[in-house]
């Protein structure tokens, strides 16, 4: 992809469809952001409202201590409380919160009670091994029901969720757990993927082998194969659960609007992983707002973002919002394409899905299979449709409108990051479109396109993309670390006190923000955040790398892809079979995503005098390009 294709230029208008655009929530875009940035908090208060609090909370925004801004200060909440148990005592309680099917076609339903009912046994059998209130607990699992239980029983007991993707391998887990300093493990003993089984357990047991501050290790059953069980520290969850303590009710613990609700590792441009920290009360108002707004779910909707819940998509979108809005959710375990190219139309289809919200690189996977597979099955259930992850191509926009949507349901391309807890940049239903762009910020978010010095880029001039105001939704720090909260965030401009996100971005002269790409050492395979840093260690980790770079290549495709080059020790010969043992070794020690599609053996690498790796000029020299100005240039 080339960034031609999102420029301006290039973009046409898709208008509103009358029924969606007449239906929604929001029908005056204008008016409500004007309003909303008139005075935010209190319109942030007024959506706060919305929701149950135990205790209200005394200050909308606290910035005395900026840029670790305080949200709903002095309030008690949980947000466990809003997802579930205030659904308990109103009809919805049985209601089907969850609609679930695994890759091999079985499946499972949970009602609102049902959810509740099994996190609170969840919840007291977590009691029983020690959790509670500010504890840190690791999740390892595949996309099943399990999962997300697992995280509303830390959430309700007061405990702090990390959940680490599944994609991740050994050494990638091992970090997180010991950042996070989590005593207990939750993992299953796989996960069917593309009709094989993923190993999670033996993943885990070599993380644990490396973290010795595990204690405990929870283990669902999924796959049913064998599996090592080390004694005194492994338990099943289905033992577990049938001790006799473990009963159907548990107190939801009394938080702090700011206390913390999960840590999301992401990727940033040091090796170490990021712990993004989120709190209850703010990022309850900002994930429930944002999705009833953009995606306007109803009762009567079946939601389906395809999404692992290991993501902060999934966080937000699969677990929290969705529940605290009573919607119906629909989740599926494995890949789109098993055991055919139509899976994912079939369960549109077969679950009577109305809004479906996924990636641009799955798009382009599906789409490379011809709209037959889509044209087989019944898709006018669908009313909404949705993508993020990275900028959706026009190309694909339009496939995705035409034939998974039947040209009537609108494409909304929602702009955020972990950092962000929910859409920044994202269209509502009754504004008009233009394929490839997110378009306008979300009323209350004061989102601008700026230069160095911090002035406001003319239309369809590149710049930064940062936001000028804090919005409920925000990270709180990076656990552990506050200087590099504030270096990452908040420096750049710190006598604005704005926040950069590490995009660059356009805006055009009808207002609408074209996001271009980071601007920082992150990549983005298949949507996946990446950091160089992070693949470069895993490369240097064999004996065999002495040195190592890693660059984003466009991928028609996955968007980008890594290439490596590698400095190898004296003596050693780079040949096709150490490429093939490099591969395996960063499949082994970061996880599959990770695994570069090209390793090149190198003699140097392009350096500034001050030993930095040119990661532009090696760019441009692998795409054969002009490699610009090289005066920085060691030698
Ligand atoms: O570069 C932007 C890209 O994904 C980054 C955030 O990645 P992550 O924290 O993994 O969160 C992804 C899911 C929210 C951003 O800095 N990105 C995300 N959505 C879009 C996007 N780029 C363009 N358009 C989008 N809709």
Same mark, same amino acid.
């Given at each position: 992809m080339t960034d031609e294709q999102f420029t301006p230029a290039a973009s046409e208008w898709v208008y509103p469809d009358p029924d969606a655009a007449g239906s929604a !929530?929001? !029908?005056d875009y204008e008016a409500t952001y004007a309003r909303a940035m008139e005075d935010i908090e209190a319109f942030w208060a007024e959506r706060a409202a919305t929701l149950d609090w135990y205790e209200p909370w005394g200050q909308v925004l606290d910035r005395s201590d900026a840029p670790f801004f305080r949200w709903f200060s002095g309030g008690k909440t949980n947000i466990v409380l809003n997802a579930l148990d205030r659904h308990i005592d109103t009809p919805r309680r049985n209601k089907l919160a969850l609609i679930w099917e695994g890759e091999p076609g079985d499946r499972q339903t949970f009602s609102f009670w049902e959810l509740w009912q099994e996190t609170n046994r969840y919840a007291n059998l977590l009691k029983g091994l020690g959790v509670g209130k500010g504890d840190r607990v690791t999740i390892y699992m595949g996309r099943t029901p399990e999962l997300m239980i697992a995280m509303l029983a830390c959430v309700k007991l007061g405990a702090v969720h990390s959940v680490v993707y599944g994609g991740f391998s050994e050494q990638a887990l091992a970090d997180r757990i010991d950042d996070a300093q989590s005593r207990v493990l939750i993992t299953s003993d796989g996960a069917w993927l593309r009709g094989k089984v993923v190993r999670l357990k033996d993943i885990a047991d070599e993380a644990v082998s490396k973290s010795p501050v595990v204690e405990t290790v929870v283990v669902a059953r999924r796959t049913g194969h064998e599996v090592h069980m080390e004694p005194g520290r492994d338990y099943w969850l289905h033992d577990l659960l049938a001790?006799?303590?473990?009963?159907t009710v548990c107190e939801t613990e009394v938080m702090d609007a700011e206390d913390p609700l999960f840590i999301l590792y992401t990727s940033g441009t040091t090796g170490k992983p990021k712990g993004v920290l989120h709190t209850h009360g703010g990022y309850q108002v900002y994930t429930s707002t944002t999705l009833s707004w953009v995606f306007d779910v109803r009762d009567e909707d079946v939601w389906w973002c395809a999404a692992d819940p290991g993501w902060i998509t999934g966080h937000s979108y699969i677990v929290y919002a969705p529940l605290i809005l009573g919607a119906t959710s629909f989740m599926y375990e494995g890949a789109p394409t098993y055991p055919y190219p139509d899976r994912w139309w079939k369960l549109v289809a077969d679950y009577g899905i109305t809004i479906l919200y996924t990636a641009p690189t799955a798009i382009r996977g599906l789409m490379r299979f011809g709209e037959a597979w889509p044209a087989r099955h019944d898709l006018s259930s669908l009313r909404l449709l949705g993508s993020v992850g990275e900028p959706i191509n026009p190309e694909a926009w339009r496939w995705y409108h035409r034939h998974i949507g039947g040209g009537r349901c609108p494409v909304m391309d929602t702009w955020w990051q972990t950092e962000t807890g929910g859409f920044m940049i994202a269209p509502v239903p009754s504004v008009g479109l233009k394929p490839g762009s997110a378009t306008r910020p979300f009323p209350g978010i004061d989102v601008d396109v700026v230069d160095e010095e911090g002035r406001t880029c003319a239309a369809n001039e590149d710049g930064y993309l940062v936001v000028k105001q804090p919005w409920p939704g925000m990270l709180r720090t990076v656990y552990g670390d506050p200087d590099r909260y504030v270096d990452q965030y908040w420096n750049a401009y710190r006598d604005q006190g704005w926040y950069l996100a590490g995009d660059s971005a356009r805006r055009d002269e009808d207002g609408y923000i074209w996001v271009i790409g980071r601007i920082d050492d992150v990549i983005k395979v298949s949507g996946y955040r990446l950091g160089t840093a992070e693949v470069e260690s895993g490369l240097v980790s064999h004996a065999a790398v002495a040195e190592a770079a890693v660059i984003g290549l466009p991928d028609e495709l996955r968007g980008s892809t890594i290439h490596a080059s590698c400095i190898l020790v004296d003596g050693v010969a780079g040949d096709a079979s150490l490429e093939q043992e490099l591969r395996n070794h960063v499949r082994r020690e970061v996880g599959p995503i990770a695994v570069p599609s090209q390793i090149v053996f190198v003699e140097a690498l392009p350096k500034t005098r001050s030993g930095k790796i040119m990661r532009r000029v090696l760019k441009a020299r692998v795409q054969g390009l002009p490699e610009g100005d090289l005066s920085t240039l060691e030698d």
């Open positions: !929530r929001i !029908r001790q006799p303590h473990v009963k």
